[in-house]
């Protein structure tokens, strides 16, 4: 799939913190690109134009799961059972 292989190829060479808050980004905006949404995106869509307030409020947020790892693997459990 290119879309997927586009986001993995873009993100592989940052930092741990920094991709999975890139890809966690990724995947609000793709979100609010489906066509049944009712979201309108408010942030810049590529990672790289994100204003420095919604960058650090995503790094931030990853500083969280990092910090529940029980809460991020039951997380896991129940996307991986969505499929």
């Known amino acids: 799939m290119k879309i997927k292989n586009d986001i993995l190829k873009a993100t592989e060479e940052l930092p741990p913190k920094e991709r999975a808050a890139a890809i966690a980004h990724w995947i609000y905006t793709k ?16 990672w790289k134009d994100l204003d420095p307030n919604a960058r650090n409020f995503n790094l931030a947020s990853i500083e969280t799961w990092a910090s529940y790892p029980e809460i991020l693997q039951a997380w896991i459990e129940a996307v991986k059972e969505c499929k």
């Not at 609010?32 to 590529?46: L, M, Y």
């Open 31 to 46: 979100t609010s690109q489906k066509g049944d949404s009712k979201w309108k995106i408010r942030v810049a869509e590529a």
